[in-house]
């Protein structure tokens, strides 16, 4: 059912840059599970958070969704009535996908998955918004827009979920974090070219963020608290609630 990575995996002469096409969507999953440390326990939580914060009669937008993870997470443990899920990518490999995953789990729950960019779509009645290592792909110069656009479309007390990989100002403990993130995708089977090769790719389309700059940011769009509540290595998850 899922197709192993080895997108990376052959000397690649000419690299262009990652992007989410038809070869990356095949082997999204196991891409994910073996890149990202902590993925799985995320999604979990995404889950848990869902019970606690969504309302009834409120929307639960997905921005950037991929297949489907993190909204079936949610969906599985929503207990509200009258509650409707949004999820958005603009990768359409990934929307097909997706679309056909959710299908195939039974739920009262509607879910419309659109194959739309995050930065055109307009967010209301928000009671959560998840944004699962997907910020981190918009040019710099788009993230507080549509941070803003998200905190304008949640309700009161509601939660936005924000997962990225993260930049560390203090060299020494940048190095080491990546060089951490790096030992980790070998140990999951990366070989060091399939790491290099990738790292490459990523060069141009992963600008990350800083901790204390995303929740400075967020403090100062109005949110009334933010925390990190997980991290691993370079890898981190905050909430923010209105
Ligand atoms: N401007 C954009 N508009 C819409 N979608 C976008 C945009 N830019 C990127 N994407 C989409 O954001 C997703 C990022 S992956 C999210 C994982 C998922 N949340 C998960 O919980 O499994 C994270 C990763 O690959 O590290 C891809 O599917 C892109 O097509
Ligand atoms: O693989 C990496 O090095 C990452 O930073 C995470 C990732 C996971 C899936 C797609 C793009 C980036």
Request: hydrophobic content about 40%; charged content about 20%; aromatic content about 8%.
């Amino acid at each position: 059912m899922t197709t192993k990575d080895t997108l990376f995996a052959a000397p690649i002469e000419k690299l262009g840059d990652f992007t989410f096409d038809e070869s990356v969507a095949e082997v999204f999953p196991d891409m994910i599970q073996r890149s990202i440390p902590g993925y799985s326990n995320i999604i979990t939580a995404i889950g848990m958070l869902a019970e606690r914060f969504v309302t009834p009669n409120s929307r639960v937008y997905d921005l950037g969704c991929s297949r489907g993870a993190a909204t079936l997470s949610a969906r599985r443990h929503i207990q509200q009535p009258n509650v409707h899920i949004i999820g958005v990518d603009n990768s359409l490999p990934m929307v097909e996908r997706c679309r056909q995953h959710i299908a195939a789990y039974h739920s009262e729950i509607p879910v419309d998955i659109l194959c739309e960019d995050i930065r055109q779509i307009p967010i209301h009645n928000a009671s959560m918004v998840i944004l699962n290592f997907t910020l981190q792909f918009l040019p710099p110069e788009d993230r507080t827009a549509l941070l803003n656009n998200i905190y304008q479309g949640l309700n009161p007390n509601g939660v936005l979920v924000l997962s990225e990989k993260y930049r560390f100002d203090e060299k020494p403990i940048n190095d080491l974090l990546i060089d951490l993130h790096h030992q980790f995708k070998r140990a999951n089977g990366y070989s060091e070219l399939e790491v290099s090769q990738k790292r490459t790719a990523l060069e141009n389309v992963m600008r990350t963020d800083s901790i204390e700059g995303q929740k400075e940011r967020l403090k100062n769009l109005g949110f009334s608290h933010v925390s990190m509540w997980f991290q691993c290595f370079n890898f981190g998850s905050m909430i923010a609630i209105k």
